[in-house]
């Protein structure tokens, strides 16, 4: 491997990189780009990006970036002094740059602090019964379809319905917009990817304005008739924070309402069903966990170690900085990369293995100041939905190999048939 650091290696292999890039865009680098990955961390902690910026491959120095108080989230002035400005003043862009993900201390600390612990344990505790009827209700859909046709898709009956309905029930949403935020929340992904094409940004942006319309309707009926829901207790704070300035409110609740949907949706759909694709890939896991069911919470989180949700994530330098011995300017950009991270051999030895006994470790929620909020609920979706599927398909195969969205940073599986 590459010395830490060794800035003439790094020059020397930057085609390696683009083809490594190159192939981690097709069907094949997206159904496993943990080869492609390796091939990157051998070139360094370190490794520059054909456009700049860099790469950071190893776990440690993810950690080092994620925790470190000198590194940034991209955030909007970050973004209006990029000279790409299709790219970064793009609308869809931009209206992500205002959401709790993109924003830094001292207006992300305010926010986190008014968020609290949105899913604290007593709250968790109290979302199980909900979140387990939903799952029953789920798998008497797969049921029918699999008694109907033998063949079912996991994806659209369960993976994507799980999270819409729980988070959808936190909000308190009627059933019937479901399909509508399931639609905008896909398109809408392709302006937070590494490198969207005119087109991607273009629908991102239709998405944008629907997405835009729908939630700033939300806000303004439930200011209209107050509940007891979450939006309505964040109307109320951010009116006692606000001093009453209503516009600011509900600009600030229609930001959370909305970025708290779409970090939800997908994220937790695709753990469900990279949890399950793992374990029928080899069907003696499945038997394992049926009859060890202490394990599945192991199950789960070497899960999230092995295919995390988001791939890859961006942070900026603060000042001019010098990481693992590379020398970087202020602003300059680095690309966290989870799943490479999660696969480096000096933190989980023999990576490339799915082993619910490892007690790995893993970044998958982030870490630091902008950890994931929703990561115990995501938990329990996962650990709802396994158990109960354990217990009704002790047979449950794969009828077919999961396929996925083509692209690099969030992940999606599109579709996966089962059968029973
Ligand atoms: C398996 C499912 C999920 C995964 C893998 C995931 C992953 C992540 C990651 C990687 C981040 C960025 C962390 C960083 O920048 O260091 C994040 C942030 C966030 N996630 Fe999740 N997430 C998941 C589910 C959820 C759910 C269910 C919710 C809400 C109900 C949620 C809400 C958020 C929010 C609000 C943030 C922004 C936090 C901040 O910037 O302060 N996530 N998530």
Redesign the pocket.
Known sequence: MTAVGDISRIAIDRRAVISVLRRLRTPEGQADPFPLYQELRAMGDVVPAPWGGYFITGYDVCDQV?RGRNWL?PDFAWQERQQDTERWQAPATREMSL?????NAPV?TS??RG?GN??DRSTVAAMRPQIEEHVARLLDALDGELAANGVADFVGIVSEQL?LA??GR?LDIPATDFPHILDFTHRQVHAQELLPTKSELAVSEQATLELRAYFTELVRSRRARPGNDVVSRWIRHWDEQLAGDRHAADQMVYQLVM??TI??LE??A??LSVMVALLLDEPVRWQWLRHNPGHVDDAIEEA?RYD???HL?SRVAADDTVLAGVPMARDTTVH?M?GSANHDPRRNPDPDAYDMLRGGTH?????????????A??RL??RALLTALLNRFPTLRLASPPSYAPRMVFRRVTSMKVTA
């Open positions: 994620l989230v959401t709790l993900s993109r924003l992300h926010q986190r968020l949105p899913f999270p729980t988070i936190w970025f708290v970090a939800s994220t937790t695709t753990l999230l995390p949700p988001i994530n966290v989870y970044l998958t929620f982030g870490g630091g100041a902008h950890y994931c909020l929703g990561a609920l995501a979706e996962a």
